[in-house]
């Protein structure tokens, strides 16, 4: 049985304390970036193979464990190219993070107010168009063509752009802080077809983008005049001006966090806790089989003594003892789903033909997870007892009294 909850709290360190939190943090990044892309249904299905994998485990079904033991195998490779874009977003974060870009980095609030005032414009007259807000992760290399311009923004500027006469009308505009620094910009499009659904191509490029990045994305269709946004993975219709600019300043405060430490501090709390929780859980599940589970420990289990191959016309009688105590040993996380109740010592009583009534027990001969060695048997032999079916006396002879019982010490 593994050790108690109680034992291993008790022998946790600061550096125990600190492993889980790193591992936390990283973990949640992770689901984070995997909740809001189409990843996440790649994800679940990894998730329904982990717990099948331990069912099958706990139920002994040798065939099952052994076909997911193969899957795992190439499990590390099948993750990096199933989530390579996810994991590049991961490792811009962590950049990111590590060299501390400048909050300023967002537009300003005149910047702001020029975008908004411009997409106000091209949707009253149906004009077509892309806007992209940067965030904090780089987008170059998610970029194809276009123009570089770093201009200081203004509505005339970005009107002339989007003009249907201009070159670079059917591209995307590129904001970073308060300078625009491309126009006529190709975006990678999504393939997520049910978001994309009665809309066109700028839609659909402006969805890929926040996909890959978190960046934000105006679009103003050309046939309707109807102002969209796409961020983090959706595509979602603004119903009227007010709603964009609320869309908008909320962006530019996220690139621009207010300075009350407290402030901060409740919103990472309150913020995807839901999320933040289950990373927390799952790290803890894993540093529980991983590292208190790699000590090594040594159990002891009562087993049932089971005869088979018993002579023709006899039946058994009795077995003496009835059970023997195996010793086992493995690393504890061996012993996390253990079931003592599969255990089976087996008896080969085919020589009984002979008149043999005494048995060794051979750590062979009982059956046991492969992680776990078999150290001891107490006792080592055990004597059974014979009738003839028809009640008359056995022909067998009996063999000789048996040396005493006598445990095997460990070597």
């Known amino acids: 049985m593994p050790e108690s909850l109680l034992a291993v709290v008790r022998d946790l360190r600061l ?65 990096v190219v199933i989530f390579q874009e996810e994991l590049r977003q991961l490792f811009e974060r962590l950049a990111l993070w590590g060299l501390r870009r ?20 091209l949707a009253r007259a149906q004009t077509g168009a892309l806007i992209v807000f940067v965030g904090r992760q780089p987008i170059d290399r998610h970029l194809s063509g276009g123009v570089p311009l770093d201009g200081i923004l203004s509505e005339p500027l970005l009107t002339s752009i989007f003009d249907k006469h201009s070159a670079g009308h059917d591209g995307a505009v590129i904001v970073e802080g308060d300078r625009l620094r491309r126009f006529g910009a190709q975006l990678p499009l999504s393939t997520d077809f049910g ?11 402006a969805l890929g983008l926040s996909e890959r990045s978190d960046a934000l994305c105006l679009v103003v269709s050309e046939e309707r005049g109807v102002v969209s946004l796409a961020r983090g993975g959706r595509l979602r219709r603004l119903a009227d001006p007010a709603a964009v600019a609320a869309e908008v300043q909320a962006f530019r405060r996220e690139l621009a966090p207010p300075a009350d430490r407290r402030r901060v501090l409740v919103a990472l ?42 002579p023709p016309g006899f039946a058994l009688e009795g077995v003496e003892p009835a059970r023997v105590l195996a010793v086992f040993s493995g690393q504890r996380r061996a012993f996390y789903l253990f ?3 599969r255990l089976e010592v087996t008896v080969d009583a085919s020589l009984a033909r002979y008149g043999r009534r005494t048995f060794t027990i051979a750590p062979e001969q009982i059956r046991h997870p492969t992680e776990l060695t078999v150290e001891d048997i107490e006792p080592e ?3 059974i007892s014979l009738r003839p079916l028809d009640g008359g006396s056995s022909p067998l002879a009996e063999d000789e009294a048996p040396p005493p ?3 095997r010490g460990r070597e």
């Open 15 to 79: 550096a125990d304390l600190l492993d889980i939190a790193l591992v936390t943090v990283f973990l949640y990044s992770a689901i984070a970036l995997v909740r809001r892309t189409r990843a996440r249904l790649v994800a679940g299905g990894v998730v329904v193979l982990v717990g099948l994998f331990l069912g099958a485990r706990a139920l002994d079904l040798r065939l099952t464990t052994w076909l997911l033991q193969g899957f795992f195998a190439v499990f590390v490779v099948m993750l």
């Open 102 to 121: 400048r909050a300023e980095a967002g537009p300003s609030a005149g910047a702001t107010d020029v975008v908004l005032a411009c997409v106000r414009a």
């Open 195 to 205: 978001q994309l659904e009665g809309v066109g191509t700028r839609h659909g490029a």
């Open 269 to 310: 709390v309150r913020e995807n806790w839901v999320e933040k929780i289950a990373a927390l859980l799952l790290v803890i599940a894993l540093w529980y089989l991983f590292v208190p589970g790699s000590r090594p420990a040594t159990e002891a289990f009562p087993i049932d003594i089971k005869i088979v191959n018993l």
């Open 339 to 341: 079931d003592p109740s």
């Open 381 to 383: 032999q055990v004597r």
């Open 405 to 407: 019982l006598r445990s």
